[in-house]
T-cell receptor, first 113, second 113 residues
Framework: DAGITQSPRHKVTETGTPVTLRCHQTENHRYMYWYRQDPGHGLRLIHYSYGVKDTDKGEVSDGYSVSRSKTEDFLLTLESATSSQTSVYFC????????????FGQGTRLTVV | QQQVKQSPQSLIVQKGGISIINCAYE??????FPWYQQFPGKGPALLIA?????SEKKEGRFTISFNKSAKQFSLHIMDSQPGDSATYFCAGSSMDSSYKLIFGSGTRLLVRP
């Protein structure tokens, strides 16, 4: 596996609480992404980063924020968790170049009750 | 707006048979089309990818066929094996969008012994 570590791997949280998921890479790749995976929807892009402090929104960014203060870390925050944010969250990284391979982490299963 | 449509949702094939999964895309700016394989509890892993300047790419038992004019591409798994049982995702991305992957909804493949 590529050097990607997601933490935590599993989390149960209550509606209305803030939650932060962490993605840590050891590959020094420029691009980092957060996706969520839900049955019938495949993987949908939440936010992505193209460099330190450079981030942008994806398809389903409402209710989420991100930060990238170091190359190796990309944080996803749910400001006030809702049940609709129950999902499996995947971090991915890719290097610069034409048609780069994206490497995915093992995922974080988040349940909002 | 779903930019990549994938079919079928599920597929059952006998061992030794051919598995075929189809995808259609809308965004003509896409210039990179990967297929990902995902086993339960794991992150997606790149299986094979193609660029639009070729009509076919083969790697072992896996082949991508690409039809640029129809905006369609497909994955063929020859001599399907029980170990191929997994969920497969097609995707599209482009250089001018930070290589963000737009995924299809996935196909769950079961290869029976």
């Amino acid at each position: 596996d590529a050097g990607i570590t997601q933490s935590p791997r599993h989390k149960v949280t209550e509606t209305g609480t803030p939650v932060t998921l962490r993605c840590h890479q050891t590959e020094n790749h420029r691009y980092m992404y957060w996706y969520r995976q839900d049955p019938g929807h495949g993987l949908r892009l939440i936010h992505y980063s193209y460099g330190v402090k450079d981030t942008d929104k994806g398809e389903v960014s409402d209710g989420y924020s991100v930060s990238r203060s170091k190359t190796e870390d990309f944080l996803l925050t749910l400001e006030s968790a809702t049940s609709s944010q129950t999902s499996v969250y995947f971090c991915a990284i890719s290097a610069q170049g034409y048609g780069p391979e994206a490497f995915f982490g093992q995922g974080t299963r988040l349940t909002v009750v | 707006q779903q930019q990549v449509k994938q079919s079928p949702q599920s597929l059952i094939v006998q061992k030794g048979g051919i598995s075929i999964i189809n995808c259609a895309y809308e965004n003509t700016a896409f210039d990179y089309f990967p297929w990902y394989q995902q086993f339960p509890g794991k992150g997606p892993a790149l299986l094979i990818a193609i660029r639009p300047d070729v009509s076919e790419k083969k790697e072992g038992r896996f082949t991508i066929s690409f039809n640029k004019s129809a905006k369609q591409f497909s994955l063929h798994i020859m001599d399907s094996q029980p170990g191929d049982s997994a969920t497969y995702f097609c995707a599209g991305s482009s250089m001018d969008s930070s290589y963000k992957l737009i995924f299809g909804s996935g196909t769950r493949l079961l290869v029976r012994p």
